[in-house]
T-cell receptor, first 113, second 116 residues
Framework: EAGVTQSPTHLIKTRGQQATLRCSPI?????VYWYQQALGLGLQFLLW???????NRGNFPPRFSGRQFPNYSSELNVNALELEDSALYLC????????????FGQGTRLTVV | AQTVTQSQPEMSVQEAETVTLSCTYD???????LFWYKQPPSRQMILVIR??????QNATENRFSVNFQKAAKSFSLKISDSQLGDAAMYFC?????????????FGKGTKLSVIP
């Protein structure tokens, strides 16, 4: 069974541009979570999507947004990129039940220059 | 808001020896889940072990075990018989039992080195 897949693996953008990151969850998983892992800061929760709806967001500005498609895949969009947006962005997916675990992808390394 | 603190940015252990990674957390909830994740250089987060707060018994997974002290809000990870493949970043994480939510609060991590 395929795991969580993220694309692209690496992304280099210029300050002020927009970045789009993609995540395909494990088959049967309806929830997708996005985390930002900046150097030295651990993982910070960004967004949670379930059944096509945004369920919760972390303490990030509105230029971080996303969506979930009918097939449960998800996009994370970062507008007006700033240098401090450089980070590893990790996606995780889980089924919508309590007593399960989420599975992580290998992340997209975003570098803003 | 919940917080998770890992006070050891880096640790090292001799191969075959035992090491303990520390984690403390702060919450007003009585029911929650705690996790230890491993992140090797491949970057993929791998679940090592989980603990439900309502269970008094400490979780164990092969060479990995936890010491869960609910009153002290402490959740340490013990790795026995350390192997070279254990070298990685280790993150402690907290989750509320909200139905359907796997939103995690992470500590900043501990980098574990294993010395041959």
């Amino acid at each position: 069974e395929a795991g969580v897949t993220q694309s692209p693996t690496h992304l280099i953008k210029t300050r002020g541009q927009q970045a789009t990151l993609r995540c395909s969850p494990i088959s049967g998983h309806t929830s997708v979570y996005w985390y930002q892992q900046a150097l030295g800061l651990g993982l910070q929760f960004l967004l949670w999507y379930d059944e096509g709806e945004e369920r919760n967001r972390g303490n990030f500005p509105p230029r971080f947004s996303g969506r979930q498609f009918p097939n449960y895949s998800s996009e994370l969009n970062v507008n007006a990129l700033e240098l401090e947006d450089s980070a590893l962005y990790l996606c995780a997916s889980s089924p919508r039940t309590v007593n399960t675990e989420a599975f992580f992808g290998q992340g997209t390394r975003l570098t803003v220059v | 808001a919940q917080t998770v603190t890992q006070s050891q940015p880096e640790m090292s252990v001799q191969e075959a020896e035992t090491v303990t990674l520390s984690c403390t957390y702060d919450t007003s909830e009585s029911d929650y889940y705690l996790f230890w994740y491993k992140q090797p250089p491949s970057r993929q987060m791998i679940l090592v072990i989980r603990q439900e707060a309502y269970k008094q018994q400490n979780a164990t997974e092969n060479r990995f075990s936890v010491n869960f002290q609910k009153a002290a809000k402490s959740f340490s990870l013990k790795i026995s018989d350390s192997q070279l493949g254990d070298a990685a970043m280790y993150f402690c994480a907290y989750r509320t039992p909200e139905a359907g939510s796997y939103q995690l609060t992470f500590g900043k991590g501990t980098k574990l080195s294993v010395i041959p």
